[in-house]
């Protein structure tokens, strides 16, 4: 398949509301796995804390998956996180991080994950159309 083609096929299929949900519900659960394995909680464990079968969690990281916002608040909430969600423009450049305020935090301890965070933001492209092009970028990633 030609660059030309996937980038038609791209722009097909970007708009949809369809393939924006299954964005969203990637997105949130590729973010629940990384802070499930970061904090070594099993599938097993999620399951029991968010009161689900632990089949239930395999079946949301196996396919697709119709999440509602009642589950993603319960799984969140059984790994002791929150979740965000944020209105933009089509075409806005949107980046997140989270600020988390400690007492024991000092300027010399940083956390690797935030630090390999700040590190691949600082190298990502500023717009779509670079982002979807730049190698560097998705290897880093």
């Known amino acids: 398949m030609s660059n030309k083609s996937f980038k038609a096929l791209y722009a097909k299929v970007e708009p949809t509301a369809e393939y924006q949900a299954e964005k969203l519900a990637v997105g949130f659960l590729a973010e629940l796995n990384a802070f499930m394995r970061a904090n070594g909680v099993s599938n097993a464990e999620l399951a029991r804390r968010a009161n689900v079968s632990p089949a239930y969690i395999?079946?949301?990281?196996?396919?697709?998956s119709n999440l509602s916002i009642e589950t993603l608040t319960k799984l969140s909430d059984a790994l002791g996180c929150?979740?965000?969600?944020?209105?933009a423009s089509h075409g806005a450049d949107v980046r997140w991080f989270d600020l988390i305020k400690s007492s024991r935090s000092t300027q010399h301890?940083?956390?690797?994950?935030v630090a390999q965070f700040v590190k691949v933001m600082g190298q990502m492209p500023s717009n779509q159309e670079e982002y979807l092009?730049?190698?560097?970028?998705a290897l880093a990633a």
């Open 58 to 64: 395999t079946k949301l990281f196996r396919g697709p």
């Open 82 to 87: 929150k979740v965000h969600m944020h209105l």
């Open 109 to 113: 301890e940083i956390n690797p994950d």
């Open 133 to 137: 092009n730049d190698e560097k970028f």
